[in-house]
């Protein structure tokens, strides 16, 4: 017999990375997706199977995190043997804007899912896996950060995620499910949402060294992040459901780096050169707009791949904005991976510079292929013309 698993935010980074390790170990795999105004299904697109083929493992649901008895009515149909809880609202910084919506789409959602395991009789059956993450630790207590680390949440993403956590913890113990908590720390790829400082880095460095963009605005650059592989992380997903005893994993590398390395490290993957001006001016968090102590300068490259590139300049590609600052932020993250590494076996097989180097690799394909049609004369179609 096949195992069934349900993905919520199957269209999300993780999801995406999750269905396709499943289908490879020959699950059935069923997501939730949301509708859309536009198609949200990009990153699982290459999965799709025609919904009149028969025998499909790869099963898509309308649904929401905020709607409980669509919630119910899935995973009766599904009977799944394993619920994977990825969907959420997941930006830290978007989640002061949406604080309501947070705690109800990331809090209160797994606690539907708990429940509606509970109530169809699927407590035995059916394991959950939580997506809880490293915010929770937010404000600093000890590093590095290990599963019996105090949480100090400083975001109402992080909040939100607290009560999942625990209403995870709460219904492992008190109906003894098999519910697991992945305290993952940051985990990136070319599929990175291009809103998170990663994906947004290697994205705009591309289109500066190929002359598509002048400059990129960019908040608190002396933050630090523990980041490691969408691809090692979903891997620690299923780990964490083969064990016989449900448990709460740290999920990291165990490296940390600021946000300001990541930058010159992406940068130097193309050969630019990186210097920071003022450096730690912005560390002090109270910068208002602009400043030129903030600004990089740019030395570099004029072809890559034989592309023509901007060219040398030396005018500032990195510039700091106080827009992107957090009115309360998360300085250090480093997880000790521990008791992952003894108890499931997991290592991560990317280090950092494996991770950039594949995902510059990938923008600059992306940002290439647009440069071309740009130069071809391809015009966008504009419906209001
Ligand atoms: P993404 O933001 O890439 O994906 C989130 C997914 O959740 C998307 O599929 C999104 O749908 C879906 N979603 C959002 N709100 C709802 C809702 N109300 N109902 C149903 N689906 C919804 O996140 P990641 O893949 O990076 O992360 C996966 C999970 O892991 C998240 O819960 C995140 O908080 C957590 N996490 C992530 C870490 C990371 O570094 N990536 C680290 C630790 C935890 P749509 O595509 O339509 O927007
Ligand atoms: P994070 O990721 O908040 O750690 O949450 P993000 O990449 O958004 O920020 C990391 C750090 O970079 C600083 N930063 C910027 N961040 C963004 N997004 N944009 C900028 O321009 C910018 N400039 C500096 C931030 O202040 C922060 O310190 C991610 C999400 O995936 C969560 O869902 C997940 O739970 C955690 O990782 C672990």
Redesign the pocket.
């Known amino acids: 017999m096949k195992k069934v698993a349900l993905i ?9 990375y999750l269905a396709e390790y499943l289908l490879k170990k020959g699950y059935i795999v069923h997501g ?3 509708r ?1 105004s536009l198609f ?1 299904t990009d990153r699982i697109d290459h999965l799709y199977q025609d919904p009149h083929v028969e025998n499909r493992n790869f099963i898509l649901h309308y ?4 709607d409980s008895m669509n919630l119910t009515r899935i995973i009766q149909e599904v009977q799944p043997d394993e619920i994977y ?7 830290v910084k978007v989640s002061f804007d949406t604080p309501e ?1 947070v705690g ?3 809090g209160l ?1 797994t606690l539907r899912i708990l429940e509606a395991v509970r109530l169809l009789g699927l407590t035995e059956k059916t394991r959950i896996y939580q ?5 929770l630790y937010g404000l600093v207590q000890e590093v590095p950060q290990t599963e019996k680390t105090p949480f100090y949440p400083r975001s109402p ?1 992080a909040v939100a ?1 607290m009560y999942a956590y625990w209403i995870t913890v709460n219904y492992r113990e008190a109906y003894n499910m098999h519910a697991s908590n ?7 790829s070319p599929i ?2 291009e809103t ?1 400082v990663t994906r947004k880095v290697t994205r705009a460095l591309s289109r500066i060294a190929l002359g598509m963009q002048e400059q990129v605005f960019m908040g608190n650059l002396s933050s630090k992040r523990d980041w490691g592989h ?1 691809k090692d ?1 979903v891997r620690a997903m299923h780990l964490i459901l083969q064990q016989n005893q449900p448990d709460d994993y740290v999920i990291a590398t165990g490296i940390t780096t600021t946000i300001r390395e990541f930058i010159r490290k992406a940068a130097a993957e193309i050969g630019m050169e990186l210097t920071f001006r003022g450096e730690g001016v912005e560390e002090k968090g109270y910068l208002t707009g602009v400043d030129d102590s903030t600004f990089i300068d740019k030395v570099g490259l004029e072809y890559l791949d034989g592309i023509k590139t901007r060219g040398f300049s030396s005018a500032p590609v990195v510039a700091v904005d106080s827009a992107y600052f957090r009115p309360t932020e998360v300085d250090l993250l480093i997880g000790d991976p521990a008791k992952s590494n003894s108890v499931l076996d997991w290592k991560p097989e990317y280090d950092l510079a494996g991770l950039i180097a594949e995902m510059m690799e990938s923008d600059i394909k992306i940002m290439q292929k647009d440069a071309w049609l740009k130069e071809g004369g391809y015009r966008v179609m504009n419906y209001f013309e």
Not at 131 to 135: N, Q, V
Not at 183 to 188: A, S, T
Request: proline fraction near 0%; charge should be negative.
């Open positions: 919520t935010g199957i269209t999300g980074q993780d999801g995406a939730i997706k949301r859309s949200n649904g929401d995190l905020t809880n990825l969907a959420a609202m997941s930006h919506y109800n789409a990331d959602g997506a809880s993450t490293s915010e993403y995620k992945g305290i993952l720390f940051n985990h990136e990175r949402g998170f969408a992380y």
